[in-house]
């Protein structure tokens, strides 16, 4: 099992950048495929962006390609989310989670979830 804790969010202009942390408080992420998802208000929890156990592969969303970025640093046992170009629609909770298996856009199929990191664009 892993525990997930997500830093790093904040209140940003239109156009700038964030870079998100998520680090496991207890356990492990070398094994596990990581994403992230995010939350409007109002909104269902959407799939943003994934990496494989050894980082050499990505999945993500066409609503975030080319602009935000996921990495891992196993041996800190965290994973990352550089987020650049920064829109207002991007406004969301950000969260961080953890699988075993292929990487997938599937909510359900995660295991472990952060509490998650608000991120607020202003225009």
């Known amino acids: 099992q892993v525990q997930l804790v997500e830093s790093g969010g904040g209140l940003v202009q239109a156009g700038g950048s964030l870079r998100l942390s998520c680090a496991a408080s207890?356990?492990?992420?070398?094994?596990?495929?990581m994403a992230w998802f995010r939350q409007a208000p109002g909104k269902e929890r959407e799939f943003v962006i994934a990496?494989?156990?050894?980082?050499?592969?990505?999945l993500d969303d066409t609503s975030v390609r080319g602009r935000f970025t996921i990495s891992r640093d196993n041996a800190k046992n965290t994973v990352y989310l550089q987020m650049n170009s920064l829109k207002v629609e991007d406004t969301a909770v950000y969260y961080c989670?953890?699988?075993?298996?292929?990487?997938?856009?599937?909510?359900?199929?995660?295991?472990?979830w952060g509490q998650g990191t608000q991120v607020t664009v202003s225009s």
């Open positions: 207890t356990g492990t992420i070398k094994t596990y495929r």
């Open positions: 990496i494989s156990s050894n980082g050499v592969s990505t």
């Open positions: 989670a953890a699988r075993d298996g292929s990487l997938t856009r599937r909510s359900d199929q995660y295991n472990y």
